[in-house]
Protein backbone atom coordinates (compact mmCIF):
# COMPACT_ATOMS: atom_id res chain seq x y z
CA UNK A 1 0.00 0.00 0.00
CA UNK A 2 1.35 3.16 -0.94
CA UNK A 3 0.24 6.46 -2.19
CA UNK A 4 0.25 6.48 -5.80
CA UNK A 5 -2.55 3.59 -4.78
CA UNK A 6 -5.00 6.58 -3.42
CA UNK A 7 -4.16 8.84 -6.35
CA UNK A 8 -1.52 11.01 -5.06
CA UNK A 9 0.91 12.82 -6.98
CA UNK A 10 4.05 14.45 -6.24
CA UNK A 11 3.48 17.86 -4.69
CA UNK A 12 0.56 19.06 -3.05
CA UNK A 13 -2.85 16.81 -3.28
CA UNK A 14 -6.27 18.75 -2.21
CA UNK A 15 -8.03 16.54 0.06
CA UNK A 16 -11.21 16.68 2.83
CA UNK A 17 -9.26 15.71 5.93
CA UNK A 18 -11.61 14.64 8.32
CA UNK A 19 -10.54 15.04 12.32
CA UNK A 20 -12.57 13.52 15.66
CA UNK A 21 -13.64 16.61 17.58
CA UNK A 22 -12.96 16.32 21.77
CA UNK A 23 -16.82 15.49 21.61
CA UNK A 24 -16.40 12.84 19.12
CA UNK A 25 -17.99 14.47 16.00
CA UNK A 26 -15.88 15.07 13.23
CA UNK A 27 -14.73 18.48 11.73
CA UNK A 28 -13.94 18.47 7.76
CA UNK A 29 -11.61 20.42 6.39
CA UNK A 30 -9.90 21.16 2.92
CA UNK A 31 -6.20 20.58 3.58
CA UNK A 32 -3.18 20.18 0.82
CA UNK A 33 -1.17 17.34 1.27
CA UNK A 34 2.64 17.50 0.33
CA UNK A 35 3.64 14.30 -1.62
CA UNK A 36 7.60 14.06 -2.18
CA UNK A 37 6.95 10.69 -3.63
CA UNK A 38 3.94 8.69 -3.87
CA UNK A 39 6.12 5.62 -3.75
CA UNK A 40 5.89 5.40 0.22
CA UNK A 41 3.64 5.84 2.72
CA UNK A 42 4.49 8.99 4.50
CA UNK A 43 3.60 12.71 3.58
CA UNK A 44 3.09 15.99 5.31
CA UNK A 45 0.75 19.06 5.76
CA UNK A 46 1.35 22.40 6.78
CA UNK A 47 -0.94 22.92 9.27
CA UNK A 48 -1.77 26.55 11.25
CA UNK A 49 -3.61 27.33 14.09
CA UNK A 50 -7.28 25.42 13.68
CA UNK A 51 -9.05 22.80 14.97
CA UNK A 52 -7.57 19.97 12.03
CA UNK A 53 -4.34 20.80 14.63
CA UNK A 54 -5.46 20.94 17.46
CA UNK A 55 -7.49 17.63 16.99
CA UNK A 56 -4.03 16.12 15.26
CA UNK A 57 -2.16 17.28 18.17
CA UNK A 58 -4.51 15.16 20.92
CA UNK A 59 -5.34 12.00 19.09
CA UNK A 60 -3.04 11.83 15.68
CA UNK A 61 -5.43 10.22 13.43
CA UNK A 62 -6.23 12.18 10.36
CA UNK A 63 -8.63 10.54 7.52
CA UNK A 64 -8.24 11.79 4.21
CA UNK A 65 -11.77 11.40 1.56
CA UNK A 66 -10.34 11.91 -2.18
CA UNK A 67 -13.22 13.64 -3.77
CA UNK A 68 -13.77 16.10 -6.46
CA UNK A 69 -17.01 17.74 -5.30
CA UNK A 70 -16.36 21.32 -5.14
CA UNK A 71 -19.76 22.27 -2.78
CA UNK A 72 -18.06 19.86 -0.89
CA UNK A 73 -14.50 21.92 -0.86
CA UNK A 74 -16.73 25.11 -0.43
CA UNK A 75 -19.17 23.83 2.27
CA UNK A 76 -16.05 22.06 4.86
CA UNK A 77 -14.39 25.20 3.70
CA UNK A 78 -15.73 27.49 5.74
CA UNK A 79 -17.48 25.01 8.03
CA UNK A 80 -18.10 21.57 8.82
CA UNK A 81 -20.10 19.02 6.78
CA UNK A 82 -23.36 18.03 8.44
CA UNK A 83 -24.21 14.03 8.73
CA UNK A 84 -26.24 14.16 5.40
CA UNK A 85 -22.73 14.68 3.93
CA UNK A 86 -21.12 10.96 4.40
CA UNK A 87 -22.31 7.61 3.98
CA UNK A 88 -20.10 6.12 6.92
CA UNK A 89 -19.06 7.70 9.90
CA UNK A 90 -16.57 5.14 10.88
CA UNK A 91 -14.62 5.67 9.03
CA UNK A 92 -15.90 8.85 7.79
CA UNK A 93 -16.58 8.05 4.69
CA UNK A 94 -18.32 11.48 2.13
CA UNK A 95 -20.68 10.89 -0.33
CA UNK A 96 -19.20 10.63 -3.72
CA UNK A 97 -15.26 9.85 -2.86
CA UNK A 98 -13.80 8.14 -4.94
CA UNK A 99 -11.13 6.57 -1.90
CA UNK A 100 -10.50 7.29 1.43
CA UNK A 101 -7.51 6.41 3.80
CA UNK A 102 -6.20 7.00 7.22
CA UNK A 103 -3.23 8.33 8.54
CA UNK A 104 -1.47 8.26 11.77
CA UNK A 105 -0.09 11.94 12.44
CA UNK A 106 2.49 13.63 14.82
CA UNK A 107 2.92 17.60 14.51
CA UNK A 108 6.33 18.77 14.46
CA UNK A 109 6.21 22.61 14.55
CA UNK A 110 3.62 23.49 11.81
CA UNK A 111 3.92 20.10 9.98
CA UNK A 112 1.81 17.25 10.06
CA UNK A 113 4.00 14.52 9.63
CA UNK A 114 1.50 11.80 8.30
CA UNK A 115 1.77 7.73 7.86
CA UNK A 116 -0.66 6.19 5.85
CA UNK A 117 -2.03 3.26 7.25
CA UNK A 118 -4.66 2.05 5.82
CA UNK A 119 -7.62 2.97 3.64
CA UNK A 120 -9.63 1.40 0.18
CA UNK A 121 -10.47 2.90 -3.25
CA UNK A 122 -14.56 3.18 -3.45
CA UNK A 123 -14.90 4.36 -7.06
CA UNK A 124 -12.40 3.86 -9.97
CA UNK A 125 -13.48 6.65 -11.85
CA UNK A 126 -12.00 8.84 -14.21
CA UNK A 127 -12.46 12.23 -14.53
CA UNK A 128 -10.56 14.71 -16.83
CA UNK A 129 -9.53 18.58 -15.56
CA UNK A 130 -11.85 20.53 -15.05
CA UNK A 131 -10.14 24.52 -15.25
CA UNK A 132 -13.81 25.00 -13.19
CA UNK A 133 -12.99 22.68 -10.35
CA UNK A 134 -9.13 24.24 -10.05
CA UNK A 135 -10.47 27.85 -10.50
CA UNK A 136 -12.44 27.08 -7.24
CA UNK A 137 -10.04 25.37 -4.73
CA UNK A 138 -7.07 28.25 -5.61
CA UNK A 139 -10.22 30.51 -5.07
CA UNK A 140 -11.12 28.75 -1.57
CA UNK A 141 -7.28 28.93 -0.63
CA UNK A 142 -7.30 32.61 -1.31
CA UNK A 143 -11.33 33.01 0.36
CA UNK A 144 -10.23 31.30 3.20
CA UNK A 145 -6.72 33.75 4.00
CA UNK A 146 -9.04 36.54 3.40
CA UNK A 147 -11.09 35.63 6.30
CA UNK A 148 -7.75 35.22 8.34
CA UNK A 149 -6.05 38.53 7.74
CA UNK A 150 -6.81 41.44 8.72
CA UNK A 151 -4.28 43.93 6.57
CA UNK A 152 -6.72 46.35 3.97
CA UNK A 153 -4.16 45.92 1.60
CA UNK A 154 -3.96 41.97 1.61
CA UNK A 155 -7.57 41.93 1.80
CA UNK A 156 -7.56 43.88 -1.27
CA UNK A 157 -5.09 41.53 -3.48
CA UNK A 158 -7.00 38.77 -1.99
CA UNK A 159 -10.22 39.76 -3.44
CA UNK A 160 -9.23 40.70 -6.73
CA UNK A 161 -7.96 36.86 -7.36
CA UNK A 162 -10.80 35.52 -6.05
CA UNK A 163 -12.39 37.29 -8.75
CA UNK A 164 -10.37 36.42 -11.50
CA UNK A 165 -11.08 32.43 -10.20
CA UNK A 166 -14.46 33.34 -9.99
CA UNK A 167 -14.56 34.39 -14.04
CA UNK A 168 -12.24 31.08 -14.57
CA UNK A 169 -15.36 29.11 -12.83
CA UNK A 170 -18.58 30.59 -14.78
CA UNK A 171 -16.29 30.21 -18.17
CA UNK A 172 -15.20 26.83 -17.35
CA UNK A 173 -17.03 24.97 -14.86
CA UNK A 174 -20.34 23.28 -14.28
CA UNK A 175 -23.29 24.17 -12.55
CA UNK A 176 -21.74 22.66 -9.18
CA UNK A 177 -18.56 24.95 -9.83
CA UNK A 178 -20.88 27.82 -10.80
CA UNK A 179 -22.73 26.69 -6.91
CA UNK A 180 -19.34 26.18 -5.22
CA UNK A 181 -18.69 29.69 -5.88
CA UNK A 182 -21.67 31.37 -4.73
CA UNK A 183 -21.13 29.45 -1.37
CA UNK A 184 -17.46 31.45 -1.34
CA UNK A 185 -18.87 34.61 -2.36
CA UNK A 186 -21.73 34.80 0.25
CA UNK A 187 -18.91 33.68 2.93
CA UNK A 188 -17.01 36.62 2.04
CA UNK A 189 -19.05 39.18 1.95
Same mark, same amino acid.
Given at each position: ??????????????????????????????????????????????????????????????????????????????????????????????? !?????? &?? @????? #?? +? /??? $???? !?????? &?? @????? #?? +? /??? $????????????????????????????????????????????????????
Amino acid at each position: MRLRDFGFTEGINEIIAITQNKDGSWNTAPIGIIVESSDTTTARAKLYRNRTRVNLERNGILFANIIDDPIVFAISSFGNLTEGFFTSLNPPIIK !GSMAWC &RF @RAEMK #GG +N /AIL $ELTD !GRIIEG &RV @RSVNR #GF +N /AVI $EALVHATRYLAIKDAEKRKELLEKIHYYKEIAEKCGSEREKKAFEIIMEKIS
